[in-house]
């Protein structure tokens, strides 16, 4: 979040209209902004008309922190489809071997993506068992929903206009700020799971909860689902950030237990140990930011989480649940389809033990006794290492290399002599004009501002990538 005490630039960065288009690269306080995508989101200075746009722009400050660079100078890279970006999480593709360092934790690479996508669309892991991270990842990797969907922000209050609990979003409502007659700090978010504390487990496992009083998010006093302070951004091409989240807190390295990386030194696994006892170890695993990032929400108590729940308490849960058991699941399923259970319609034939059974090497599960500490075992302790990692995996395939404009930049050709002058890029001699959209008058071509958005939805059928539109731009 932007400093008060500063001025934005006066122009958007490049990198942002870029990253719009190809998920979001993070630009961090560190500076460690996602290097492939940051790095192709300056050529996008190709496309505009003004290439002085790029140029380095700073924050003013009023107090302490003088002029803080935002965007330093970085070499050029020309934009390129998706489709010639190494997949940091799948290098060798889906049905290929595991990424090399994974080898250690990944027993089965297509059990572990089956895995983590009936986790990523498991409405049982939500403490309400309705709420899944596709809930809020549904359209096109992001929240198509508009009841409920409104946060008071910083403020606290809903800023009149009608707003409140349950509120039905129309196009009217944007932009909320329109100075001097409007200015709204409402936020659009996400609806997670109404205000409760978790109350443990019935003598048949299921999840026990109790209300708690809510004084925002309610109507009559009665709970309505709380909603996020920050908007859902998109778990399409999210595998390409470096670090997850708008505030980037999600941390690269994965510790097996939580978001925080190697920030936290108290996060312990269990692994058998080489007198075949569990024994508990940090581990770091690098360039896993999905990972850190997906054990975040299980354990929230807005987006999907009983207060009090911890990951142990949902892997009991889950490892007794039929997964997938109150959903419907395509026979069709590119990944699940062939665990489909046809005969009751609903939910997978096979367990959670036994899909990280085959997706996970036995030292991390392979201990049916209570662990030395808590009272639970050995799978149900490591279940945020199985629950990260195959989320991890399963969110590699959710790559949108086929849009429009992927397809397009693949036929772009670059002179090999000819090179900007500002920016020392290679000029474009050649667009393959069959890629050329019909509404692009000539105007459009020469200024080649694009607007993306995205139109397709993702279901549990198997789409697993959004198709954008292109469409110029109105006015430019
Ligand atoms: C209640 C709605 C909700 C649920 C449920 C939810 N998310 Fe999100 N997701 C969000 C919001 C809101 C953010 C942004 C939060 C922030 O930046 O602080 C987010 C951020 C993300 C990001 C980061 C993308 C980026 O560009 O930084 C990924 C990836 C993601 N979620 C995947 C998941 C996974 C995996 C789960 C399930 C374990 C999940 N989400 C559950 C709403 C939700």
């Known amino acids: 979040m932007q400093d008060s005490r500063c001025q934005a630039p006066r122009f958007v960065p490049v990198g942002f209209l870029v990253a719009r288009l190809f998920g979001r690269s993070r630009f961090t306080r560190s500076g460690k902004a996602f290097p492939a995508i ?14 002085s746009l ?11 922190f003088g002029p803080v660079p935002i965007a330093p100078v970085l070499p050029g890279l020309l934009l390129q489809s998706l489709k010639t970006v190494a997949n940091p999480v799948l290098p060798n593709g889906p049905v290929g071997v595991v990424r090399g360092d994974l080898t250690d934790y990944i027993a089965n690479q297509a059990a572990a993506i089956q895995l983590g996508k009936a986790l990523f669309w498991e409405m049982q892991a939500g403490s309400d068992n309705k709420t899944a991270c596709a809930t809020c990842h549904f359209k096109a990797g992001v929240d198509g929903r508009d009841r409920n969907q409104l946060n008071p922000g910083a403020n606290g209050g809903w800023d009149g206009f009608g707003y409140g609990p349950n509120y039905t979003l129309i196009s009217n409502d944007f932009p909320f700020t329109t100075l001097p007659t409007k200015d709204v700090d409402n936020i659009v978010g996400s609806q997670g799971v109404r205000k409760s504390q978790f109350m443990g487990f019935s003598k048949s496992g299921a999840e026990l909860t109790s209300s708690v009083a809510d004084p925002v998010f309610s109507v009559s ?7 996020t302070g920050k908007n859902t951004p998109s778990a399409i091409n999210a595998v390409f950030n470096h670090r997850q989240f708008w505030n980037g807190r999600a941390q690269p390295e994965f510790n097996g237990v939580n978001p925080f ?3 936290d030194g108290t996060a312990h696994v269990w692994m058998l140990g080489s007198t075949g006892s569990p024994v508990q170890i940090d ?11 997906a054990v975040g929400p299980p354990l929230n108590g807005v987006e999907m989480s009983a207060a009090g729940r ?3 308490d949902l892997g009991h849960k889950l490892l007794l649940a039929k997964p997938l058991g109150l959903q419907k699941v395509d026979p069709t ?9 046809t005969t009751t319609g609903k939910g997978l034939t096979v367990t959670y033990r036994s899909l990280i059974q085959q997706a996970f090497q036995p030292k991390w599960w392979n201990y049916s006794k209570r662990m030395p500490v808590g009272s639970y075992n050995m799978m149900e302790d490591n279940f945020a290492l199985f629950w990260g990692l195959s989320i991890m995996l399963y969110e590699g395939t959710l790559v949108a290399d086929s849009s429009p404009m992927d397809q397009y930049l693949l036929t772009r050709v670059f002179s090999t002599t000819t090179f900007d002058p500002v920016t020392g890029m290679p000029l474009l001699v050649s667009d393959n004009p ?12 020469r200024r080649r501002r694009f607007r993306f958005r995205p139109v397709s939805e993702w279901d549990v059928s198997g789409v697993t990538w959004a198709q954008r539109l292109l469409a110029p731009r109105s006015g430019t």
């Open 434 to 445: 069959a890629m050329a959209l019909p509404s692009l008058n000539g105007r459009c071509r």
């Open 333 to 341: 399923d590119s990944v699940l389809g062939s665990l489909a259970d």
């Open 221 to 227: 006093g009665v709970n309505v689902r709380q909603v």
């Open 54 to 64: 790029a140029q380095v722009q700073t924050y003013s400050c009023t107090t302490a």
């Open 38 to 51: 940051l790095a192709v989101a300056l050529t996008f200075m190709l496309l505009m008309p003004e290439p």
């Open 261 to 263: 990386g190697n920030r």
């Open 283 to 293: 581990i770091h695993i690098p360039n896993a930011s999905p990972a850190s990032q």
């Open 310 to 312: 911890a990951f142990p």
